[in-house]
């Protein structure tokens, strides 16, 4: 384009005679606020942490404030440094400081390489852990005692109406403690946040890597400020329109996680499991025999009654919800052995009484995830849907068909005012490509969501990980690693159709 076009068409933009490139867009409401001073100083281990002032309500920009905690791990290499990687690590909920300080030097998440080049920062997100927080009890006591008696997800029908109460009451609790936070917690205020610590560490564009949950917050940033995209890895990768609205009015008639379709994804990891132990023999405890039908076998006798088994000297007890709830934890695969070890013990011990052990919430981890996911997510609002669901997900999905649909009950009685999600657009071209990885079997977040959000967004290329388990984060792959890093430091993207093998299986 010569000069003279160019000015041609600055000045037609200008006059509004022509539309002005998807690039070209800001959210204004983030630009208006003012740029957080972040006073570094050494919290250990070679981190610096800073607190972030930025408004509580953008669409008051100078007005009440709220507070961010930040970490920093600086760029090794001063000389070769690019700038700042921001990482977030999902959730929604947990601390972003408190996982940097224990993953920044995970190599198979931030190799040598990327940790000469960038200064990593995490931050916890609004809402959640040492930032200005969601509590809904008064007392970490009272929050305590209040998760240590909340209704298990509900097995069968009898059990749902102790649990929907319990969920209302959660909903309600928080409303009443935090009532003045909830309307500002969502994912678009947090990437409106995330543009004020680009501004603060002074880089020009964002460099971002978020991991599951936080693929959301990097696709909405690629919307809200699409000119501002230096480089957005996305690990564990969502389909962000089917979590926010759903598709085709899916938002309100299918919870979040059964319009994502999270249970084929827990169905398909699980059934990884079982092959992958069958195929390990002695080292996978749970091998011996068929184990497709020891795990039916199991799976129905504790349907009957719970099956206690000693665990380090303590007695632990599973009922069939809590079967289904370990069964389903399969994020990461270094975990695997453990898990058939605790199915080869059920599977042997005899059928006994039912206790309940006791489980404690140090955090506001709870009640941050449901601040962050509700306020993000059409959800239905009617019991009647959710029971219905739970019969025919099971009878599509069987063992894990209702944790889709059970997971987030307490948003469906979200206070509607704190209900915020962003409704699009996904695909405003941005400044550069995005990345997109995913693993062959998610199950938290399944391949057909990661694609399915790829296509979405304006400029995307996908990477497969041919491995079982939620991200690269648990997944190691340092063929991935070497991809996300030339992206980063370089912005080269892999191949079309490029996949990544793993390191090591679960069983060695």
Same mark, same amino acid.
């Given at each position: ?38 006073? #570094? ?19 008051? =920009? ?31 909920? =947990? ?35 040492? %930032? ?9 006591? &009272? ?23 319990? %969920? ?54 690629? /919307? ?75 799976? &129905? ?68 995830? /449901? ?15 959710? %029971? ?25 009685? #979200? ?9 699009? =657009? ?5 400044? /550069? ?43 190691? %792959? ?31």
């Amino acid at each position: 384009m010569t000069k003279t076009l160019r000015l041609l068409v600055v000045a037609l933009v200008a006059c509004g005679l022509l539309a002005a490139p998807a690039t070209a867009y800001a959210d204004t409401l983030a630009d208006a606020a003012p740029t957080p001073v972040l006073a #570094w100083s050494g919290c250990g281990d070679g981190f610096e942490c800073a607190t972030a002032a930025v408004p509580l309500d953008y669409r008051r =920009p100078r007005g009440r404030t709220i507070d961010l905690a930040v970490i920093k791990l600086p760029a090794a290499d001063r000389a070769r440094r690019i700038g700042t990687l921001f990482v977030n690590f999902g959730g929604p909920g =947990p601390s972003g400081v408190d996982r940097l300080r224990a993953r920044a030097k995970w190599p198979w998440l931030f190799s040598d390489e990327l940790r000469a080049r960038f200064d990593l920062v995490a931050w916890d997100s609004r809402g959640a852990a040492n %930032s200005t927080a969601v509590r809904c009890f008064a007392t970490s006591e &009272e929050q305590q005692e209040y998760f240590a008696s909340f209704p298990a997800m509900p097995g069968g029908a009898e059990a749902e109406p102790a649990f929907y109460a319990a %969920s209302r009451d959660l909903a309600d609790r928080c409303q009443d403690q935090a009532g003045d936070l909830l309307p500002h917690t969502s994912s678009v205020n947090t990437a409106r946040d995330l543009d004020l610590l680009r501004r603060a560490v002074g880089d020009a564009k964002l460099t971002y890597h978020g991991i599951s949950y936080g693929t959301h917050i990097g696709a909405i940033y690629a /919307n809200l400020f699409p000119g501002r995209v230096r480089a957005l890895a996305m690990d564990g990768t969502m389909d962000f329109q089917g979590s926010a609205t759903g598709h085709g009015g899916a938002g309100r008639k299918l919870p979040v996680d059964t319009r994502q379709d999270v249970s084929t994804g827990i169905a398909d990891t699980f059934g990884q499991f079982l092959s992958q132990c069958a195929a390990a023999g002695p080292r996978c405890a749970f091998s011996g025999g068929d184990v497709h039908a020891k795990w039916s076998t199991l799976a &129905e006798r504790v349907r009957r009654g719970p099956v206690t088994i000693t665990v380090d000297g303590r007695s632990v007890t599973y009922d069939y919800t809590a079967l289904i709830a370990t069964a389903a934890d399969l994020s990461k695969p270094d975990g695997w052995p453990d898990l058939a070890d605790t199915l080869q013990r059920l599977y042997q011990a005899p059928e006994s009484a039912f206790r309940t052990a006791a489980a404690t919430y140090p955090d506001n981890g709870t009640e941050a995830f /449901n601040a962050i996911q509700c306020a993000d997510s059409l959800v239905p609002r009617e019991e009647a849907t959710y %029971s219905r669901l739970a019969v025919s997900e099971d009878e599509r999905v069987p063992y894990f068909g209702r944790i889709g649909v059970f997971d987030m009950m307490s948003c469906a009685y #979200w206070p509607s005012s704190a209900v915020q999600p962003y409704t699009g =657009p996904w695909n405003r071209p941005t400044a /550069n490509p995005v990345l997109v990885i995913n693993t062959r079997f998610d199950p938290s977040t399944p391949l057909a969501g990661a694609v399915d959000g790829m296509r979405e967004l304006a400029d995307a290329r996908l990477l497969v990980v041919e491995g079982a388990g939620h991200s690269t984060m648990y997944v190691h %792959s340092t063929c991935a690693e070497k991809v996300k890093r030339d992206y980063l430091i370089g912005g080269k993207l892999p191949a079309e159709g490029a996949t990544c093998g793993i390191d090591a299986g679960p069983f060695g």
